[in-house]
């Protein structure tokens, strides 16, 4: 096993590679101009030309790519262009938010969605099932930032109950932490929810017509054995593929959600860095972000292993 | 490896992200009495006013470096920094005496060495600091508190220069930062003003804190814009970035910040319903609409085209479409000049009164040889005002019959390619929209976009010589009358050439709870004498 995570984790590094250049080149092609944002509205094109220099815009391609590699080999992603900030302190300070907000909503969608879908399966074709599957659809049909706008709109405006923006650290209390993330973990999680439901419910059904389940019901075991203990552990591996996959979701969904709740995370800071054009905050979020995915997708497979014995590497 | 061992492994790693190991900002901590939230316009996304010339930055420098002169509520530059100054009979040799008493953040005292090289990095990003500077023989330090600038000839604008709250603005720096190149960003943020960066909580993109100086020694003149005695009543001033309006105007209902500056013009009567809540005009100065024709090729090289398309607009439409039914935010703008300021004028102005009138602009679009060619539209879509202008642009000129290439882009994208001056169908562009700021048009000090030196213009490079005569009459003018003479004949020059067409003037609200006080217009957001009670 630990052999086959080494090998995994050496394969990212082409990835990564490809990912590089893709990102550089793409950002090198695009139009746009930071020295323009910097400049400001009133600069002459001169100013412009000579902030272009300041910066090393004006250099070719590959004097640009090889120099960033270098830097990026050397565990520097750089400096922000406009904050004169390096991009990993940048970084660090949007994580903490972005991370809280992930790990909320993993928790609600995997407290809410398997759940949902496991007494969706039980219950197949009935009403408790229609109304389960018509939410899912539901989740699925509203952009994040509407359930964003309702939520902020009734629990903090009208109801007061929480608040509609922002972000507190874990340091300064859990109670702090929870109720700022409360309202962006549900509006966020909503589509997720709905895409775990579902696939829970549709791997349940398979399982749930297994020889061995009707065994297990022939021998007097009660429902609630065969549906957690039997079921869903043998429909875990679809469950826990989607919920891998979902991360990316969360990762694009966390871009509106930060904006709409005013959480200081990485989605934001993407969104910010590719508006002015930060190159350097962008191909450092880039990376970040294709680093994490490949990382959760090793993760899923290693968890296999744990719901699945079957499975060996 | 088992389950347990992994499980036990990603919650450690996540507790210990969670939990301080990754530095994670505050936004909405419940606030002491004597903090003021604000949400600005923008992001702080830099914080070197001479290097990147964004209003949001020249806002926030504006807190934390002072000047030497201040310009006041009646356009006048008024002593700052400056104690006293002497100008030779000549008008050539300028003698100024600081204050006693001044202080950096860093306890160091303001010296004269100092304001030299402020000066210097200024002068090389400023366009009023670069004609100084074109007739610049020495710029000295006489004594600790004293500097001497000797001209060529005389400048008679030199206090407004030194005053004036364009960006770039004349902020005094310790000598060791202003001696960095004028094109590179300093990384050390030590002034003399009212309030102090705190660097260690500067998130970009989420806040910006600056706290009270406590060395500060404020004039003692009743405060005016960035003039008088700038006496700061709160601790701290937290900027608070809010991208989305909706979020500001509901965080600003519930208490979670108090003052929020530019508020969109959907949003202002919810917030004018609530009782905790002041609406009012922010800068009195507002704004003016525009968009630039490219001098360089057809159809807008020829002057016939221009005011063809000067002679159909309808300002009406534009402001309504950036500000809305609100009549009170909008006015009709004959002018290039911002609207009840001293220097205002409707000389030469005709072209944009009245009824519009198509047929006639379209037989001179016809005199113009104009056949059909798609005109390149630049708009960009991320921008409220400019998309909104831009799709009354394209309605209008299709209504003159012509062929509309509507580019609809970002910003960004609208920033690079307006500086092409390849043809339209290589990468060049006809036509982009922007707005100025008023406070940038009360008179050509800091106004780049009337200014129409073709190649060395701005963007659009308009060729005018009359407009440029006038401005240089102005510069030369020795009092009020001359000045209202000179800016009433460029006016009507720069109309006749249609240097750019001026789709009228708009205000903006701002909005603060109740409980804070002392709230006033300005061209900026002014933070002293601002209070706020629990």
Redesign the interface.
Known sequence: ??SYILRRIVATLPVMAIVALFVFSLLYIA???PA??????????E??E??R??LGLDRPFLIQFGSWVWRILHGDLGT?I????PVST?I??????T??LM?VTLLLTIVVAVPLGVLAAWKAGSLIDRVIMGFAVFGFSLPVFVVG?IL??IF??EL?WL??????????GFW??LQ?LILPAIALGCVYIALVARITRAAMLEVLQQDYIRTARAKGMGQGGILFIHALKNAAVPIVTVIGIGIALLIGGAVVTE??????GLG??T??AI????YPVIQGIVLLFSFVYVLVNLMID??YT?VDPRIRY | MDRRTVLKGLAGAGGLALSGGLSAPAIAQGAAARTLRFVPQANLANFDPIWGTQYVVRNAAAMVWDTLYGIDSSFQPQRQMVESEQVSDDGTTWIFKLRSGLKFHDGEPVLSKDVVASLNRWAVRDPMGLMIKALQQELTAVDDRTFKWVLKQPFPKMLFALGKNNAPVAFIMPERIAQTDPFKQISEYVGSGPLKFAKAEWVPGAKAVFEKFTDYVPRQEKPSWLAGGKQVMVDRVEWVIMPDAATAAAALQNGEVDWWENPIADLVPVLKKNKNISVDIGDPLGNIGSFRMNFLYPPFNDVKARRAVMMALSQEDYMRAIVGDDNSLWKSLPSYFTPDTPLYTEMGGEILKGKRDLDAAKKLLAESGYSGQPVTCLVAQDQPITKAMGDVTADLLKQLGMNVDFVATDWGTVGARRAQKTPPGQGGWNMFHTWHAGADCVNPAAYTAIRATGDKAWFGWPTSPGTEKEVASWFEAKNIDEEKAAIGRLNKAAMDDVVYAPTGFFLGYTAWRKNVSGVTKGPVPLFWGVSKSA
Do not use: H, K
Not at chain 1, 36 to 45: E, N, T
Not at chain 1, 82 to 85: D, E, I, K, Y
């Open positions: 096993m630990l139009p746009g101009d323009v944002v910097i400049a400001g509205d009133q600069a002459s094109p100013d412009v000579r902030i220099q300041s922000s406009f904050t004169n900030l940048m660090g300070q949007r994580l903490g938010p991370l809280s790990i706008y902020a709109y903090a405006l007061e608040p509609v923006q922002g972000y507190t650290p874990l340091t300064q702090p932490w700022n904006s709409v709740f005013a959480i200081p934001r800071l969104i910010d508006l002015r054009r930060d290693v968890t744990l």
